[in-house]
């Protein structure tokens, strides 16, 4: 089996919807049969018998080729399942992936599956495997809907990712501490081992990222924003103090040794 990337990587959110070709192709044969069978009833209206034997073999044949349409997609979804499930083994003998929409729903694209590694539920693939067993990444996608203001620091590593793949290096991203006040939400972040502060607006409906900065110094990070400076050292970070000029051009001093490791949020003066 083979895999192709595909270069137009789109965030893919939502169910599948009902395959428009799929539509259009029954709906012309149920045109047809209409047609037919009033042409049925018009050349037998003398002899019924044979009109209405010639109306059910026209019926029942229309419904049997529907039913034996969908038999054979979910038959050919689930051998490609099996493909796509033989595939991953294969080639990350280290790692465990999710794959959803094993069983054919109607509606669903044929060979066409969400991936995800399942230490990282949160973020996957969308692969799409043919009859000739070539298999595509279409897609990737990521779900964060239902993360709770606490939880929100985890859609930083999206900040990381411009075309996620199952080969992409995620980074390892830690929350060490955290600051709420009513909508604004602060995090001070380890990712892959140097500090970083995020910066949200939330509320019940949505949540927005407002300000977020890496570490340009190592063991040290401040953000001056809404009315606050925030400063994050960790342990390894050598001073007991900071010293940093404002956005105002005032030189700002703190004492910093029996807070580091925390997040520190200070009034702007």
Do not use: C
């Not at 003398?46 to 969908?70: D, P």
């Not at 001056?224 to 007991?240: G, R, T, V």
């Not at 105002?248 to 200070?266: A, D, M, W």
Request: net charge negative; hydrophobic share 40%.
């Amino acid at each position: 089996m083979q895999l192709i990337i595909a270069r137009d990587n789109k965030n893919i959110r939502g169910e599948i919807v009902m395959d428009l070709a799929e539509n259009i192709y029954f709906s012309l044969i149920g045109v047809f049969a209409a047609v037919l069978i009033l042409l049925m009833l018009l050349i037998f209206r003398r002899t019924k018998k044979i009109g209405i034997v010639l109306f059910a073999v026209i019926i029942f044949g229309y419904g049997g080729y529907y039913v034996y349409f969908q038999t054979h997609k979910e038959s050919q979804h689930e051998n490609r399942y099996e493909q796509i499930d033989l595939y991953l083994k294969e080639q990350y003998l280290d790692r465990t992936f999710t794959i959803r929409l094993n069983h054919y729903e109607k509606g669903q694209v044929v060979g066409e599956f969400y991936v995800n590694d399942i230490e990282t539920p949160e973020i996957g693939v969308t692969l799409y495997i043919d009859k000739e067993g070539i298999i595509t990444q279409t897609s990737w996608w990521s779900k964060d809907e239902n993360l709770t203001q606490q939880e929100i620091w985890r859609t930083i590593k999206l900040q990381h990712i411009d075309a996620y793949t199952l080969d992409s290096e995620i980074p390892t991203i830690t929350k060490e501490d955290e600051w709420i006040n009513d909508e604004i939400t602060a995090f001070a972040l380890t990712i892959n081992d140097l500090p970083a502060i995020a910066l949200f607006n939330y509320s019940q409906t949505d949540y927005g990222l407002i300000a977020f900065k890496e570490s340009a110094q190592e063991g040290l990070i401040t953000i001056e924003e809404k009315d606050y400076i925030f400063i994050y050292a960790d342990e390894q970070y050598p001073e007991k103090t900071v010293k940093f000029d404002l956005e105002n051009g005032t030189e700002f001093s703190l004492n910093i040794e029996q807070h580091k490791g925390r997040l520190i949020v200070e009034e702007r003066p």
